[in-house]
């Protein structure tokens, strides 16, 4: 198969995963200073721990990174 072929059909396959776990977001990782600046993220929906805090400079969920809606 063609490389660009092969490369589409990944694309294709990574959106149609993030459809499914519903994780619609602009895929940006919010910095914060305070945990107050987080309040425009969201956990993916796999995530159990769907706590949302200020760490290291950036808005994370209990699970990984908090994405701008």
């Known amino acids: ?3 660009s072929i092969m490369m589409l ?3 294709v396959v990574l959106l149609a995963g993030n459809v499914v776990h519903g994780q619609i977001s602009s ?3 919010i910095p914060c ?3 107050s600046e987080c309040v425009d993220c969201s956990c993916p929906l796999r ?3 769907k706590t949302i805090e ?3 400079g950036q ?3 209990g ?3 908090c994405l701008k809606n």
Do not use: H
Request: charged share 35%; glycine share 12%; with cysteine.
């Open 1 to 3: 198969m063609d490389k």
């Open 9 to 11: 059909a990944f694309l």
């Open 27 to 29: 895929g940006e990782i």
């Open 33 to 35: 200073k305070v945990t």
């Open 47 to 49: 995530c159990r721990d």
């Open 54 to 56: 200020c760490r290291g």
């Open 59 to 61: 808005c994370r969920c």
């Open 63 to 65: 699970c990984g990174y």
